[in-house]
Structures are given as C-alpha cells and as structure tokens.
C-alpha cells in the first residue's frame, strides 16, 4: 500500500523535520502551513531532491472549513491517506494565568485542540474500517508540558497539551477495531523557532539543566519518535506515548 502522511504545521521545527524523515522512509508527504508558503516550499524541495515526493498544502486547522479543503487536496493529489501527523501547534507571550484574556485562550485552544480534534475527525472518515478505509496511524504531538504544567510561562499551552493527551487515549480506543492507531509523542524542550513566539527564542539554553541530560533535544529525535509510532513495528501500540524529553 502507497505510504502517505499529512503533517499539519509541517514547514518548521518538528513538523519540518518529520516531514523530511517521512520522505527519506517512502512517504508521499503533504506539507501542510498557514503563513510561510516558502518555507513549507524549502521542506518539499528538499524531501524530492532525495528522491521522495511532497506536497505544499495550505490552511488553518483551526478553521473548520480549511480542515476540509486540506484533506481534499490531500486525496485529489496525492491518494488515500494512511497517517496524519498532529503537529501544528501555537503558544503566546510567556505569561501568568491572572493577565491572560479568553481571546488568548481561544486562539491558543483552536488551534491545538479544535484543529487536531478536526483533522483526526477527517482522517478517521478515510482510513476507518467503517467507511471503507485501509486503515492508518494517528500521531498527536504533545509537550511534556502536559505534565509540568508551564507555571509562570504557558499553562494555557500545557492544558491544550494535557487536552491533547486525553483525546489520544480516548480516540485510540474508539478506533482500536477499524485498523486504526492513534498514539503520542510528548516533545522536551527542543531547540525550534517556537520559542520566540513566547518571546525567548533562546529558553531552551536557560532552561536545559533542568534536564536530567543537561541538554536541549533536536527536532530530529521526535522526528524518529513520530515515524516509529507510525511504522509496522508499533503495530501493537495504540493509546500510548513517547516521552522525547531527556529524561525530564
């Protein structure tokens, strides 16, 4: 069976990275972003001239109607697919819950709840049993921040990571019969740009001795995390995780 794999939030960091790996290991792999099409463009690029294929899809997951639009493209361009990476995800300014306001919460929950909520809702419509599909595999990407919380810094972002996690138990179970895995993966603290969306682009450097390793981790080793869930040899695994967080 062809091998195809969506990753939302795919042009950066861990989805970049995934996305990469993904067509080193036989994907046909849809590069899903919202704003930096050259970036996605630059991971695409790069995965075709080592001789696999991608594919540039653009959209918001946290619009319903986007969602809809990129598996579209999805099964019009490159077949029926068999794993979707839940990769896209957002954080705002490092801040304390007594100065965040529901806008904020709205944007950050939409995103990293709504949007993976609604993309595992569409690829289950494909790969169930239930509607005819061959089956497939489902990685979320969660945080250890699901377990430590982020105090003083992103609790809204821990809570749609602990949101997350919940859904991965709860959606594994429901497909377990209908040839379908769904499993996660919970990132450290890994050198990416998302950093310096909360305002300390270099937080990985003050925070990594918090690490039992003593060091930040690369995009790379998640990567590795993700792609194994996906493959034949975690075809007995459903309902779990991977913590990728040097120990923390």
């Not at 590069?31 to 050259?38: E, K």
Request: overall charge neutral; hydrophobic content about 45%; some cysteine.
């Amino acid at each position: 069976m062809k091998k195809v794999m969506l990753i939302t939030g795919g042009s950066r960091g861990i989805g970049a990275a995934t996305a990469r790996l993904a067509g080193a290991q036989g994907y046909a792999v849809a590069v899903n972003y919202v704003r930096d099409r050259g970036a996605a463009e630059l991971v695409a690029t790069d995965i075709m001239k080592a001789g696999g294929y991608a594919y540039v899809v653009p959209g918001d997951v946290s619009r319903e109607a986007d969602v809809a639009a990129i598996f579209e493209i999805v099964d019009r361009e490159l077949g029926p697919l068999t794993a979707l990476v839940n990769n896209a995800g957002i954080l705002e300014m490092q801040s304390r819950l007594d100065a965040m306001d529901a806008a904020r919460l709205q944007r950050v929950f939409a995103t990293n709840v709504t949007g993976a909520f609604l993309c595992a809702r569409e690829a289950v419509r494909r790969m169930s049993s239930l509607y005819g599909g061959g089956g497939g595999a489902i990685v979320n990407v969660s945080s250890g921040a699901a377990r430590v919380g982020s105090p003083g810094e992103y609790i809204d972002y821990a809570a749609t990571k602990g949101a997350l996690d919940t859904m991965t138990i709860g959606l594994a179970k429901e497909v377990a019969t209908e040839g379908i895995r769904v499993n996660g993966v919970r990132a450290g603290f890994i050198y990416t740009d998302i950093h310096a969306l909360g305002g300390e682009p270099d937080r990985v450097e003050r925070v990594k001795d918090l690490v039992p390793m003593k060091r930040g981790g690369q995009p790379g080793e998640v990567a590795a995390a993700i792609l194994w869930l996906l493959s034949d040899e975690a075809s007995y695994v459903t309902g779990s995780f991977i913590d990728v967080t040097g120990g923390r």
